[in-house]
Structures are given as C-alpha cells and as structure tokens.
C-alpha cells in the first residue's frame, strides 16, 4: 500500500507564510500526480495546486501567486509554499497522490491516496 503523511499546517495571522510538506512512503513504483486540496468547513473539498512528475504545475485561481507546490521526487515529497495567507485559506489541507504500486504478484496496480489532512488557520 501506498501512505501520505502530511505536516506543516497551523495557526498564522493574515499575511504570514506556512510551508506544507507531504512524503509518500510503502510499495511505491511511480508517482504520477502529487496534489494539495483543501476543505473548509460546510464547503466541499476543493483543488489548490497539483504537479505532474516533470513538474508541470496547476494552481486554483484562488491561489496564484501567493501559493507555489513543488515535489522531490526522490524523496517522494510534495510542498506547498503558502504565502501572503488570507482569513479564506483557513481549511483542511489534503495531500493527494497517484500513480502505480507494486503488488504482491509483482504486478503493478494503480493508486490514488490521500493523506490524513492538517490544519490550516489564518487569523484576521
């Protein structure tokens, strides 16, 4: 199986910065696409940022600018670079990752996992 464990997250005032990371670990055999996503409360969880394994990245309109994701992929680690926070940001941050993993038969199976989520909370 494949795990996601994320850390990073916590209280900021409005303006501050936060840096999330997120490392993969278990019977990894390729990473496709590492993601952030978030959920607010009584709001549906939704995209901030993505990156593929050569590094072409996707940011919410939200976000831009103020937010960069980046990976290493010998590492298996995805960051989130959170600047200039915003009251709005406040959320559940989720790591997201695909791609395939090695099965008991040595065959390869695809995956999409989640982590656990952190907290995220920027004071006005």
């Known amino acids: 199986q494949v795990q996601l464990v994320e850390s990073g997250g916590g209280l900021v005032q409005a303006g501050g910065s936060l840096r999330l990371s997120c490392a993969a670990s278990?019977?990894?055999?390729?990473?496709?696409?590492m993601g952030w996503y978030r959920q607010a409360p009584g709001k549906e969880r939704e995209l901030v940022a993505t990156?593929?394994?050569?590094?072409?990245?996707n940011y919410a309109d939200s976000v831009k600018g103020r937010f960069t994701i980046s990976r290493d992929n010998a590492k298996n680690t995805v960051y989130l670079q959170m600047n200039s926070l915003k009251p709005e940001d406040t959320a559940v941050y989720y790591c997201?990752?695909?791609?395939?993993?090695?099965?008991?038969?040595?065959?390869?199976?695809?995956?999409?996992?989640w982590g656990q989520g952190t907290q995220v909370t920027v004071s006005s």
């Open positions: 997201n990752a695909n791609g395939l993993r090695l099965a008991a038969t040595m065959s390869h199976l695809p995956y999409n996992n």
């Open positions: 278990g019977s990894i055999f390729s990473i496709n696409i």
């Open positions: 990156i593929t394994s050569g590094g072409n990245t």
